[in-house]
């Protein structure tokens, strides 16, 4: 007779929330767990009944019953604050981004659509900027490679030259693998230690017959540079991937050794495309090999899973359609890997990239949404590099939006005074920022793709507002013109500041600072202001409310305005013309003069008529 199993005895878990929703193992101490405690997290404790049990006891049920109130309150504030201001912001949060885009003539080419995230579009989208992209962006040939049957055996004679001894090839490797692979696993370690051993030990030379052999190769010059063991031109090493077919060959060796050669050549100058001829190549291998499908009968699935994510990771953020990011279904890699996380952050950042160029009143959300993964999933790596990256990712993305609303609203005649002050603050947040991450992690190839456009992002929010701040082509409340010309100072001093820190990277900075050197109207008593404007004064602080005497209507600005308004008779307007060109410089006259002679005729009646078109 078989015993009846007697059904067990039910029990709440004590497991914390963010542990479980992790699906990560908890330590169950409180207040908090080792794992809250370590990340700075607030552990809370839900009690929740577990499917086909009975709850132990009314206590129990009492207290799951008051967290799930707490969590419905909670979640309906939330709901109801962001419904709030959705509703009040609806109408100004759309970016209407054809609105923004103008056709513009660049090297005697016409462009009339750049994407919104591109080089050409953070400059080209201000019409105060339009005429100085020639003078920012160098002309860009592509020079096809020449087809030479000898250059193969040449082009690996000269790579096998410039490879170092053993020595710093086997510590390369050891820093490669410990620093950089974690976070860009792109290549079988037991294959390519393999080929390592062959060539170290100079018993293998590279021929046509492997296919893997010549991709290896550049890898290992990639490893050098990327470890800075070794300088080469990432156009020279593109060349040679060229020259080696690397980059007409369709297998994962040779998109592994593109997507390293795509971290090494970050977007140092200012690009006229919005995608390059290495990007391209890339999509086309991923998509051909078809890396976003699930495919776990391969016994490289896992690899496969690696390129497809370093694919959207490194490329530009709408390389790939939203069809193939929704088809790739994560069955192999943990959630917690670099990698991973990297690669959910990109697809978030494209959201918002594709909201701006569809026009669409999601962009709030999609903001919003990368703001919570970036404070609760970012958060919990121990990688610094990570989250400071995702930081300046974010705070440059919040810049960027807040500078195509102040453009759109200054195109519709608007000046929105808050808008100004949080496009002020975010900008001094981000340099912190980008001043902080400079000096943590210093000029490492890892970061440059994300300093490059945070610096791009800054140079053009300063090149934009420097001549409006300097030309008072801004009235909103700043104390006087003095201020105006100091925070123009301001904006300068700190892009000329972080620029130094990576002018050896980036040699279009030097192009910024001359172009505004070039501003017109100069400012007054310029050394005077340098030496009183305080380094670390916030930008915000340069603006002021107004004044509770202007507010409640004190008599100092309490003028009658017939004061300042003169009788509109002929007599008076000619008194006041007379008297204000008497009090012109002469260099001004003999301008004006030039100007009128060109600018009239005498008409039938021996009268003097004005063509207004001339001035």
Known sequence: MQRQKLPKHSRISHVCDICRLRKLKCSKEKPSCKRCAKHGLKCVYTPYRQKGHEPASVEALECELQSLRAQLAASASLSADESCDSEQSTKQCVIYWDGLVSPINVNGVWKSHFAPYSDLALFARDPLLRGQVAELFEQEVASPPQMNPQLNTDLLITIRTILPNQQILDKTRLVFESTIYPSYPFYNLEAFNQFFDKIVTKKYTPFEDDPKSFCFLILMLLMLCLTKNLVLEPKLLLEWTEHLQIMNSVNEENLACLLYLKLYSSPLTLSLYSKDRLSDCISRMALEMGLYSSATYLENNELREKLWMGSVVLLEPTAFDDYYTNQFNRSVLPSDMPLFMKYHFQLKQSKIWKCVMNSSSEIDSAMSTLKRYNNFEIRLTNDPSITTSSDLAVMSMELNLLMMR???????????????????????????????????TGSHHLHLAQVSFTLKTVAAYVLG??????????????????????????????????????????????????????????????????????????????????????????????????????????DSIETIFTESLASFSEPFDLLGSQTLSKSTSASSDNKTDFDFDAF
Not at 423 to 429: A, K, N
């Open 465 to 570: 507002m420097y001549p409006r701040l300097r030309e008072n082509q801004i009235t909103c409340r700043i104390k006087n013109v003095e201020s105006k010309n100091k925070l123009a100072l301001h904006l300068r001093n700190r892009f000329e500041t972080v620029a130094q820190m990576w002018s050896i990277h980036f040699d279009w900075c030097l192009h910024v600072t001359k172009l505004l050197d070039n501003v017109e109207k100069p400012i007054k008593n310029l050394a005077e202001l340098s030496d009183n404007l305080v380094k670390d004064v916030h930008s915000s602080d340069l603006f002021y409310e107004l004044n509770e005497s202007m507010l409640n209507g004190d008599s100092e600005f309490n003028v009658d305005i017939d004061t300042f308004s003169p009788p509109l008779s002929h």
């Open 406 to 440: 102040f453009l759109q609203s200054e195109d519709q005649s608007l000046e929105d005074e808050t808008l100004l002050f949080s496009m002020q603050s975010s900008f001094d947040t981000l340099f912190e920022a980008l001043m902080a991450f400079t000096m943590a």
